[in-house]
């Protein structure tokens, strides 16, 4: 079945430096692209999205890149701050339907 | 400030009790969701609904049932827990893009 896959499963930088996370997604139908961050105790919070006819979005410090032919999109952070410590998810919208198949998850920690 | 409320947000229970999870958005979305969260990080999806007596089961089996009597409102039905139902349990909805979660519902069956 389709599946994304997300690496690191843990990352530790220091603050200031950047954090890069990776998704691979499987379904060729996928064009629409979210990434999460949930904080202890809170659900997924929407952070930044990206659909399939665009190749970078960005949003302050967050960026997206979306590369369709070899079905990776990538999460970056900048300058980041320790309030950026949470756990990301990033997601693929299943083709065909309003189901998102979600990658397990990358535990941020921005070391002071 | 959260457009999905789950209530409650912890619950501690003994086993074969009967607790139904609460779930419901302001936002007037049809789509509606139900997903587990293991302490691995990683989300089930359990149940589905996308719309007034529409429901489905997700990837991951589940014992839970689920209702959809209004377009607001998904609760979530354990008849008898067990300790394997400890969990987080995360409701979302969607209009046109990506999810809106809820706080999630802290499970533990003792």
């Known amino acids: 079945g389709e599946n994304v896959e997300q690496h690191p499963s843990t990352l530790s930088v220091q603050e200031g430096d950047s954090a890069v996370i990776k998704c691979t997604y499987s379904?060729?139908?996928?064009?629409?692209f979210p990434w999460y961050k949930q904080e202890l105790g809170k659900g997924p919070q929407l952070i930044i999205d990206?659909?399939?006819?665009?190749g970078e979005k960005k949003d302050q410090r967050i960026a997206v890149t979306l590369n369709k032919t070899a079905k990776h999109f990538s999460l970056h952070i900048t300058e980041t701050q320790p309030e950026d410590s949470a756990v990301y998810f990033c997601?693929?919208?299943?083709?065909?339907?309003?189901?998102?198949?979600f990658g397990t998850g990358t535990r941020l920690k921005v070391l002071a | 400030e959260a457009d999905i409320y789950q209530t409650p947000r912890y619950l501690v229970i003994g086993t074969g009790k009967k607790i139904t999870l609460e779930c419901s958005q302001t936002?007037?979305?049809?789509?509606m969701y139900w997903y587990q969260q293991d302490p691995g990080m990683e989300l089930h999806l359990i149940h589905y609904?996308?719309?007034?007596?529409?429901?489905e089961k997700g990837d991951l089996s589940s014992e839970s049932t689920v209702s959809r009597i209004r377009t607001e409102h998904f609760p979530l039905t354990l008849e008898s827990a067990r300790p394997s139902h400890t969990s987080q349990y995360l409701c979302?909805?969607?209009?046109?893009?990506?999810?809106?979660f809820g706080s999630g519902t802290r499970l533990t069956v003792v």
């Open positions: 936002m007037g979305h049809d789509k």
């Open positions: 997601a693929a919208l299943k083709g065909g339907t309003y189901k998102y198949i």
């Open positions: 609904s996308y719309g007034v007596n529409s429901t």
């Open positions: 990206i659909r399939s006819n665009v």
């Open positions: 979302a909805s969607t209009g046109y893009e990506g999810y809106t």
């Open positions: 379904d060729s139908a996928s064009n629409y």
